[in-house]
T-cell receptor, first 111, second 115 residues
Framework: GENVEQHPSTLSVQEGDSAVIKCTYSDSASNYFPWYKQELGKGPQLIIDIRSNVGEKKDQRIAVTLNKTAKHFSLHITETQPEDSAVYFCAASSNNNDMRFGAGTRLTVKP | DTAVSQTPKYLVTQMGNDKSIKCEQNLGHDTMYWYKQDSKKFLKIMFSYNNKELIINETVPNRFSPKSPDKAHLNLHINSLELGDSAVYFC??????????????FGSGTRLTVV
């Protein structure tokens, strides 16, 4: 089955700096890679996703990149703000919709 | 509001009791899930139902029994609760459209504390 590894487990940045979270996956059949943000006391919320037929996708300050050959994908947050502080999860799934999550990254943005 | 709703939000109970958590989605999704999130925030799949049919059943003690009366509801019943069952349980739903996955919509979680 799919195995998703996520790094780093914690990340602290200064407001305005960029943050990068990286994930690797094991199953070459995986074709859908979403990212979730979990704020304190809430459920994970989908913030951006990418499919295996594209290499990059951007939505305002958030971008995701995918390297299918290396089985890597990354989340990039630019101009970070204190409200970006949360736990971020990457995930990977194939057409069977069996989604596997990374272990999470706790991002802290210091004002 | 379109959402995934789960109840209760908090559940404190004694060891050995039996309890249920309910989940409902009004998004028209065909697949629903239960995830367990431990104290280290790791999200572990427990069960998945597609149109009322069980499709994923991870290595979970048989004290946990999911029930899906229809595709909009997926409840979780837990027998003989143990201290190690303490965690946050998330319900989620999603759809497969033309064979392509779409992201999950999660409920707000049920924090279960077994004392």
């Amino acid at each position: 089955g799919e195995n998703v590894e996520q790094h780093p487990s914690t990340l602290s940045v200064q407001e305005g700096d960029s943050a990068v979270i990286k994930c690797t996956y094991s199953d070459s059949a995986s074709n859908y890679f979403p990212w979730y943000k979990q704020e304190l006391g809430k459920g994970p919320q989908l913030i951006i996703d990418i499919r295996s037929n594209v290499g990059e996708k951007k939505d305002q300050r958030i971008a995701v990149t995918l390297n299918k050959t290396a089985k890597h994908f990354s989340l990039h947050i630019t101009e970070t703000q204190p409200e970006d502080s949360a736990v971020y999860f990457c995930a990977a799934s194939s057409n069977n919709n069996d989604m596997r999550f990374g272990a999470g990254t706790r991002l802290t943005v210091k004002p | 509001d379109t959402a995934v709703s789960q109840t209760p939000k908090y559940l404190v109970t004694q060891m050995g009791n039996d309890k249920s958590i309910k989940c409902e989605q009004n998004l028209g999704h065909d697949t629903m899930y239960w995830y367990k999130q431990d104290s280290k925030k790791f999200l572990k799949i427990m069960f998945s139902y597609n149109n009322k049919e069980l499709i994923i059943n991870e290595t979970v003690p048989n004290r946990f029994s999911p029930k899906s009366p229809d595709k909009a509801h997926l409840n979780l019943h837990i027998n003989s609760l143990e201290l190690g069952d303490s965690a946050v349980y998330f319900c989620a739903s999603s759809s497969l459209v033309a064979g392509a996955n779409y992201g999950y919509t999660f409920g707000s979680g049920t924090r279960l504390t077994v004392v």
